[in-house]
């Protein structure tokens, strides 16, 4: 059970969420507006992850020398379209600004970033197809989920229902919804060329990278919080 912070303490400032939100912001703003289009492509290519680049330990090496494996993190800010960055930035709200709340920023940004690395390495790892481009910041965001669901399992999630002409605001249990969600991410996985270039591997990926590290992380708290109450 998730140890609360005592209401004495005063409520840590949140300021990774907005951070990384707004650096996707301008990455974005830069990418899309400022560059022009042979710019922006280039800016992808040696910004972005390339599948099929670390298949063996020999380019595994050689991307640790040269500084490309940073690619597995700098491409967490490159997004294709509006559409592809407008949907990370809802779940990053959504799912960032509470797991904030209960593990820190500073937890909060590692997460982010080590586990939409992670995220990009599975999708590396596992697209069959060489020098596919991996951007976005959506393995990142299903970290967040992934932390969401371990530090909240009884939360409640707000979900409109269309019912004929109304639309129906109605709570629903956050571990019914996310599961739901990792299974078509499973399902996606296997059959993810019919529904359009998404990494769903790299969904999966950090999405069990981000409630390993919230378990970890709460059990760091809850002793923190019993060292400091003398038991």
């Known amino acids: ?29 830069v990418s899309a507006l400022v560059l022009s ?6 800016l992808m290519l040696e910004w972005g992850a390339l599948s099929g680049g670390l ?6 090496w050689d ?29 990053l709200l959504i799912f960032g600004l ?18 939409g690395a992670v995220a990009n390495l599975a ?5 069959g197809t060489p020098d596919r481009l991996i951007i976005g910041a959506s393995g990142a965001v299903s970290a967040l989920i992934g932390a969401y669901l371990a530090l909240f399992p009884s939360a409640k999630l707000g979900v ?18 996310i599961g739901v969600w990792a299974l078509l991410q499973v399902v996606f996985t296997f059959i993810g060329p019919a529904f359009g270039a ?9 999405f069990a990278f981000g409630g390993a590290f919230a378990l970890i992380a709460r059990a760091g708290i809850a002793r923190r919080l019993r060292r400091k109450r003398g038991y």
Do not use: C, Y
């Open 160 to 177: 409109v229902v269309p019912l004929g002409v109304f639309l129906q605001f109605v709570k629903v249990p956050a571990p019914l919804l």
């Open 37 to 42: 289009g042979p710019e922006q492509r280039r």
């Open 98 to 115: 509470p797991a904030e709340r209960a593990m820190g920023p500073w937890r909060l940004l590692a997460l982010f970033l080590f586990g």
């Open 63 to 91: 991307a640790i020398r040269d500084g490309s494996i940073l690619r597995l993190f700098s491409a967490l800010f490159l997004h294709a379209d509006w559409a592809h960055l407008l949907g990370n930035l809802v779940f």
């Open 55 to 60: 298949s063996n330990p020999a380019q595994w």
């Open 123 to 127: 999708a590396v790892l596992a697209i």
């Open 198 to 206: 998404v990494a769903w591997s790299a969904h999966l990926a950090g």
């Open 1 to 29: 059970m998730f140890v609360a912070i005592p209401s004495r303490e005063r409520t840590r400032l949140r300021w990774a969420t907005p951070l990384v939100f707004a650096l996707l912001w301008i990455a974005f703003i």
